[in-house]
């Protein structure tokens, strides 16, 4: 094992994740949204007239839309004024687009990724790597044996520029529409940065691919896009991070994601979020499989003053699948708001949703689901899970299943449950030597155990360091 391995190991995580630089940027766009500034981005980017259109298009549909208030439980959104946000920050690199080494960053963003342990993770157990600072990419690389069979990984910015047909085919058509949602819409008109993975036929990824996303500055928004095309047989696992510092005023991170999984294809999208409670989580994520395609969404959310995450499915061939799992923690002030959307547009397509979900110190979470069987999609089955551990009784936690079954000849199940670490259980663990935090954190990780094992095992490991880290009351 390397000596910067073993640093990072010895490195307490609270400091790896709310430490913070010093703005320094190339460009920083006004405050607000407006036709002004969305041409500004545009024109930074030197982006073709096309995607210019496309993005004053969901400007004015984001103007159109109303605010979601009327979501039964919903997360406040009283404080998010988009007035008040800065949508666009250029880093201050040398070249667009990302460096060609770590080396070639200035010694803040160099820093700020050591810390965050990115550089060793990708000389070890990664296939390409992408890492946001602010509004845009600062690095890309793919290994060249994965170029080679025609894997392409690099970020949005670049792939407008050399895979126009590509995107334009794909950007916010037919998967994740600016007419979608409000923040959809946002999302449509000031996007910046994010990564493109397209996977030839047949072809297997066999290691992951990661992209890391890092906002830094105080007041500003941060809106990557992220775009995977897995083609007809192919295979590949995209990882994503996020993590923002403390500030003493709002942040808002409002992502697209879009997966395209074609016949007999297999992607898996894990993401780990860990923003500060300062910061407003609210993305937009879907996939469209095809025929026997299987799509695989894991995520754990925390650390956000709300977060409203529902990554949706559409399961558009036969034989298609979709598998959801999710771990949502809570504390006090934050409500974390998560969930799933299926749709089984065709036959015997299979889902299956398992959410987990943990409240202290009067926090609040929430399962908010949609499975929808559509007429004719006969022989499909779904089955949810959702499972809730409160530490007290200022902690809510709410399940709230929608499913819309327009077919007879299928198999449907739900299932609920809601607990509290009991007294007795504390008692056993103390009285076979340990303290009462101890037990508490060991109780907790037999909890999520079952989705933890599902990620890459440093993401594992993270994972319940920051939970461990939440419960007590550490991160914020």
């Known amino acids: 094992m390397s000596s910067q391995q073993d640093d990072l190991k ?20 006004e405050k607000g949204l407006t036709e002004e500034t969305v041409r500004v981005i545009s024109e930074d980017k030197d982006e073709p007239e096309w995607m210019l259109e496309r993005r004053l298009r969901a400007l004015e549909q984001f103007q159109e839309m109303p605010m979601p208030t009327d979501w039964p439980g919903q997360p406040d959104l009283s404080e998010v004024d988009v007035e008040e946000i800065v949508p666009y920050i250029r880093p201050d690199i040398d070249k667009r687009g ?17 810390k965050l342990g990115i550089p060793e993770a990708e000389k070890n157990a990664l296939s390409g790597v992408g890492a946001q600072y602010e509004s845009e990419i600062v690095y890309q690389n793919m290994q060249e044996r994965w170029e080679e069979k025609g894997v392409i990984f690099c970020d949005m910015d670049k792939a407008v520029q050399e895979h126009e047909e590509l995107v334009r085919e794909h950007f916010m058509t037919k998967c994740v529409p600016p007419s979608d949602n409000k923040f959809a819409a946002l999302h449509g008109a000031i996007w910046s940065g994010g990564s493109f993975v397209y996977v030839p036929e047949n072809t297997t990824v066999e290691m992951p691919v990661q992209a890391y996303f890092r906002m830094n500055s105080e007041g500003m928004g941060q809106f990557e896009h992220t775009l995977i095309i897995a083609e007809e047989g192919s295979e590949v696992h995209y990882i994503e991070g996020c993590s923002a510092p403390k500030y003493s005023a709002f942040n808002l991170h409002s992502g697209g994601v879009e997966v395209f999984v074609g016949e007999d294809a297999h992607v898996q999208y894990s993401t780990v979020q860990n923003w500060s409670k300062n910061t407003y989580n609210l993305n937009t994520k879907r996939a469209i499989a095809e025929k026997g395609g299987r799509m695989e969404w894991i995520s754990g959310s925390m650390g956000s003053k709300a977060t409203m995450l529902y990554p949706s499915t559409i399961l558009k061939g036969r034989g298609a699948s979709d598998n959801h799992i999710t771990i ?13 959307k299926v749709y089984h547009n065709a036959p015997n397509t299979k889902s299956t949703v398992e959410s987990k979900s943990i409240a202290k110190d009067g926090g609040r979470t929430n399962y908010r689901g949609l499975v929808h069987i559509a007429d004719g999609a006969e022989n499909s089955s779904t089955a949810v899970e959702c499972d809730a551990l409160m530490f007290d009784n200022e902690s809510t936690s709410d399940t709230m299943p929608y499913m819309e079954i327009n077919e007879s000849q299928v198999d449907v199940a739900h299932e609920a449950t809601v607990g509290k670490i009991g007294d007795e259980d504390i008692f056993y663990l103390q009285s076979r030597g340990l303290d009462d935090d ?10 999520i155990e ?14 319940n360091r920051l939970v461990e880290l939440e419960m007590e009351g550490s991160l914020g």
């Not at 080494?101 to 200035?106: K, T």
């Not at 989705?451 to 490991?461: D, H």
Request: hydrophobic content about 35%; proline content about 4%.
């Open 438 to 447: 101890d037990a508490k954190q060991m109780i907790v990780s037999g909890f």
């Open 98 to 114: 990302g460096a060609d080494s770590w080396e070639d960053l200035p010694e803040e963003i160099q820093d700020t990724f050591d």
């Open 10 to 29: 010895e490195t307490d995580t609270e400091a790896r994740f709310e430490f913070k630089k010093e703005e320094k940027s190339a460009f920083k766009s």
């Open 450 to 463: 079952p989705i933890t094992e599902e990620l890459p095992i440093e993401y594992a490991v993270e994972l």
């Open 328 to 340: 949502a923690f809570a504390g006090e002030g934050q409500d974390i708001d998560t969930g799933a």
